[in-house]
């Protein structure tokens, strides 16, 4: 008789019953992937040969300390500095939106740019981007606590259990994050269930991340599971997800799951065929480093032998016992005749093609990782002398790459995406959320996410490239306002001692902007009447004529239209007048008629 079916953990009863489901859960991913977590600590090893936990697993770890030419982190650091200097900030772009959309997608981006600083986005992208290069993927994950306290924490796959026979040719829908914690952490940031903590033994026994049955320190094995919710909230069919943080005798937290993602974002160095983890640098350059760790051993028992010195002596010296006892290198030959002594032929200690064979692999090593000379020197070509000759440099030596900074650079708005769904998450339950400090001309404001919530508006998340935001880069694009005549001269000056950017396009766009937020007030049916220091007979009416026909082909009310009508009526009679007042007044009746002004010159 067949044995009855698991229930699977997110279909378990609260309790006892979600533990032991759970347990049977990560017990059979490390069962099934044995060799995948192995492979995990090899190539770890194959990085850093002093690696704690690799070391620990491997009990027998000689043979990675003794390396001479370590290509696998030499050619995974040259490579994380080419590609990790990529600067990137995000930028939210839609389609038709009006006024308002505008400006809050444009607050949504400052925003989310404050939460990447305040999480210190950039300076934690190197170690990400390592993690998928020595293992395959990286991971980190994101969490906002009740008070609105946005916190990330990196998790290397060994501390990861996701099932791969689930996800072949798919995204899973369930997945565990291990890591040991302190007890008193554990306390503190779950004070209901401190006793029970505190009694909570440290047996963790069936995990990779404790190598022993019982851990020495004073910390707990942490289980995070989560499994997605299925259909669309509100609809028929929907069932919702379930989150569980536990150890492996004790339920931290049990509640409904209804993000429509984990709140994680993965880089992977490359995607593999099927499966969820990808393949890392290290791994390709796995059987190029042991032929390299061999061709150096061969090299050292070659000089080893030729080291050995020989020294001939008589048969017939009475002092060669002595000399024997004390020379304690190299060999001792017996001779009849000194003068007629053998003569030893010394070869090259390394054969040239031995040598040639070494530097093939170094050099492949360096194809492979993509990774070029003048990288891994750390030199620049000759005759690089302007800014345009690098950038091009830098973009022709980036072309091998272009994959994994393109994977890059999505980690980076997947932070974002994550980051901005916990936000929603906690305004939805009316918990706080950050509030990002931002200067708008010379207006101080706090941006809150209830005002750049764009949950209701199909928008794009874009990367932009942050070289604006640097002191070179400012200066290029006040040159370049400048040279397209968007700045006077006097103005570019003054940018230069104080290039603030944003300062000055708001200037700029000042009355654009303008004209756009009253278009979208008369058609929300609130009427501003023209402002007769503005461009009116410019700007003003053309843009507002603009929005008219748009209005109009887009089937806008009548009465809202209306609005835009008056708006422009009156904004051509106050166009009207001033011209009339700046016309010159007409001859009184009699009276010669004006000279003409080209005439009175000529006169």
């Not at 080893?304 to 006892?325: G, I, N, Y």
């Not at 001309?441 to 935001?469: C, E």
Request: hydrophobic share 40%; proline share 6%.
């Amino acid at each position: 008789m067949a044995n009855p079916q698991v229930k699977r953990w997110w279909r378990a009863d609260k309790g006892q019953d979600v533990l032991t489901a759970i347990s049977a859960e990560i017990s059979r991913c490390e069962t099934s992937q044995l060799d995948q977590y192995e492979r995990f600590y090899d190539l770890a090893l194959l990085y850093d040969p002093r690696d704690y936990v690799g070391r620990a697993f491997y009990a027998h770890t000689d043979e990675y300390f003794e390396k001479t030419e370590n290509v696998c982190q030499s050619n995974v650091d040259t490579v994380t500095s080419v590609a990790a200097r990529q600067t990137i900030r995000p930028v939210f772009l839609t389609d038709e939106g009006d006024w308002s959309t505008k400006r809050r997608a444009a607050d949504l981006a400052r925003y989310s740019e404050g939460m990447a600083k305040a999480q210190r986005l950039d300076e934690v992208k190197p170690r990400a981007f390592k993690d998928g290069a020595i293992f395959g993927y990286g991971l980190r994950r994101f969490e906002m606590d009740q008070n609105g306290t946005m916190t990330h924490e990196r998790f290397p796959p060994t501390e990861v259990r996701v099932a791969e026979d689930e996800c072949i040719t798919q995204a899973p829908r369930q997945l565990h994050l291990l890591k040991m914690r302190d007890r008193e952490e554990l306390m503190a940031r779950y004070p209901e269930l401190a006793d029970k903590i505190e009694n909570e033994p440290t047996n963790s026994t069936g995990s990779f991340l404790c190598l022993v049955a019982t851990n020495a320190t004073d910390q707990l094995l942490v289980r995070e599971s989560w499994r997605l919710p299925v259909g669309k909230s509100g609809k028929r069919g929907y069932r919702a997800g379930r989150k569980v943080v536990s150890t492996p005798s004790l339920v931290l937290v049990d509640e409904d799951y209804e993000d429509e993602r984990f709140p994680i974002a993965v880089i992977r160095w490359n995607e593999r065929s099927t499966g969820w983890a990808g393949g890392g640098l290290v791994e390709t350059l796995e059987g190029i480093q042991h032929a390299i760790d061999k061709a150096h051993a061969a090299h050292a028992a070659q000089l080893d032998l030729h080291a050995s010195p020989v020294t001939f002596m008589s048969v017939h010296d009475q002092t060669a016992a002595e000399k024997m006892r004390v020379t304690r290198i190299g060999r001792i030959v017996p001779v009849m005749d000194m003068a007629q002594r053998p003569k030893t032929e010394i070869p090259p200690v390394f054969a040239p093609e031995s040598e040639r064979y070494l530097e093939r692999m170094s050099n492949l090593s360096r194809t492979n990782s993509g990774v070029s000379e003048m990288h891994a020197n750390g030199q620049m070509p000759a005759r690089l002398e302007t800014g345009a000759a690098v950038r091009e440099s830098n973009d022709v030596a980036s072309e091998r790459f272009a994959i994994q900074e393109k994977a890059l650079e999505r980690w980076y708005l997947d932070c974002i995406e994550v980051m901005l769904m916990l936000c929603r998450r906690n305004h939805l339950k009316k918990l706080p959320t950050p509030d990002i400090g931002y200067s708008f001309a010379i207006i101080k404001k706090r941006i809150k996410w209830a005002n750049v919530d764009l949950a209701d508006v199909a928008y794009w998340l874009q990367a932009a490239p942050q070289l604006s935001r640097t002191l070179a880069g400012r200066m290029d694009t006040i040159a370049t306002w400048q040279n397209s005549g968007l700045i006077t001269p006097e103005q570019a000056r003054n940018l230069i001692n104080h290039p603030d950017l944003d300062s000055a396009m708001s200037q700029i766009d000042g009355y654009f902007e303008y004209i756009d937020r009253t278009a979208e007030l008369l058609l929300d049916g609130e009427y501003m009447a023209p402002d007769p220091r503005g461009d009116l007979m410019g700007l003003g009416l053309d843009r507002m004529k603009g929005h008219y026909w748009a209005a109009l082909n887009g089937g806008a009310p009548e009465e809202l239209v209306e609005n835009m009508r008056a708006w422009m009526d009156q904004a051509a009679f106050i166009v009207a007048k001033a011209q009339a007042a700046m016309a010159p007044p007409p001859p009184m009746p009699g009276a010669p008629p004006m000279p003409d002004a080209g005439m009175a010159a000529a006169a």
